[in-house]
């Protein structure tokens, strides 16, 4: 009996780690919640540059999440949509880096 425990643990767990997901684009009955916005910038050297850019835009209200690639030069800003681009550039160049 404990085998057999064991192989239906294991078989639910499989069925559930397939990766058979869906990724559902926004619909006119399901309407996105949130923007995504990508910029490239300029001047980030080390991680004390992502961390002064991730908790400026992170006390912006309306920002979802930020997340900075260092080596891409590339920060992705998950916001509300009453959140534009321009707010989201003063803010990072206002912390001194420079968006091309």
Not at 36 to 49: K, Q, R, S
């Amino acid at each position: 009996m404990k085998k057999f425990f064991i192989l239906l643990f294991a078989l639910i767990l499989f069925t559930a780690c397939t990766g058979d997901e869906e990724i559902y684009a926004p619909t006119d009955e399901f309407p996105a919640t949130h923007a995504t916005t990508e910029l490239t910038v300029w001047g980030m050297m080390c991680n004390a540059c992502v961390n002064k850019i991730t908790n400026a835009l992170s006390g912006v209200d309306g920002i979802i999440s930020v997340s900075v690639d260092l080596n891409a030069e590339l920060v992705t800003v998950e916001h509300d949509f009453d959140v534009d681009a321009e707010t989201i550039e003063r803010t990072i160049t206002g912390e001194g880096f420079n968006i091309p």
